[in-house]
């Protein structure tokens, strides 16, 4: 099984901060990588897939980068509605997600 | 507009069994295919089961396979899941997506399964 492991599994930080968030797969997964945002009692939401392609409607602050085994999500101006979790997923086979990475506020 | 709802949740005994149920509306259900994700309490996502339109190509994680069966009825625009022989550690919030390439783009709102005594 491939095992997805994200970086930090807590992040605090500011309206306006960049912020980064790393996910490391045990082995290559090409660009079968998703990105999606959870909040408190809600099911997630996609940010983004194939590693870098945005969902239609979401921001454009958010941005998604890398391939093989090592990828990150970016939000570049982080705004207050984007304080929640995040959770990578690789789909090259079957599909596992990260342990997930909370956004709070600093 | 995409809807996806489950049903089925509840109270359940260890080793006893359970069947999920996501209605799907607004879009050509039998051209997706579907899976079942769960969240145990506090914790992360895990994807369950995946079935693909037809039906004809299913997956399980480890962690179900044997116990757990997903299936489909395209004429009802409905999924279900099968759930024997649960187990505390099968305690969790169950949503079903509908997903293109794996990738989950509309979600349901979730159903709480609890085993417990």
């Known amino acids: 099984d491939i095992q997805m492991t994200q970086s930090p599994s807590t992040l605090s930080a500011s309206v306006g901060d960049r912020v980064t968030i790393t996910c490391r797969a045990s082995q290559t997964i090409t660009s079968w990588l998703a990105w999606y945002q959870q909040k408190p009692g809600k099911a997630p939401k996609l940010l983004i897939y194939k590693a870098s392609t945005l969902e239609s409607g979401v921001p454009s602050r958010f941005s998604g980068s890398g391939s093989g085994t090592e990828f990150t999500l970016t939000i570049s101006s982080l705004q207050p509605d984007d304080f929640a979790t995040y959770y990578c997923?690789?789909?090259?086979?079957?599909?596992?997600f990260g342990q997930g990475t909370k956004v709070e506020i600093k | 507009e995409v809807q996806l709802v489950e049903s089925g949740g509840g109270l359940v005994q260890p080793g006893g069994s359970l069947r999920l149920s996501c209605a799907a509306s607004?879009?050509?259900?039998?051209?997706?295919?579907m899976n079942w994700v769960r969240q145990a309490p506090g914790k992360g996502l895990e994807s369950v089961s995946y079935i693909s339109n037809t039906g004809s190509s299913i997956y399980y994680a480890d962690s179900v396979k044997g116990r757990f069966t997903i299936s489909r009825d395209n004429a009802k625009n409905s999924l279900y899941l099968q759930m024997n022989t649960l187990r505390a550690d099968d305690t969790a919030v169950y949503y079903c997506?509908?997903?293109?390439?794996?990738?989950?783009?509309?979600w349901g709102q979730g159903t709480l399964v609890t085993v417990s005594s």
């Open positions: 607004g879009f050509k259900f039998s051209d997706y295919s």
């Open positions: 997923q690789q789909y090259n086979s079957f599909s596992t």
């Open positions: 997506a509908r997903t293109y390439n794996w990738v989950s783009y509309y």
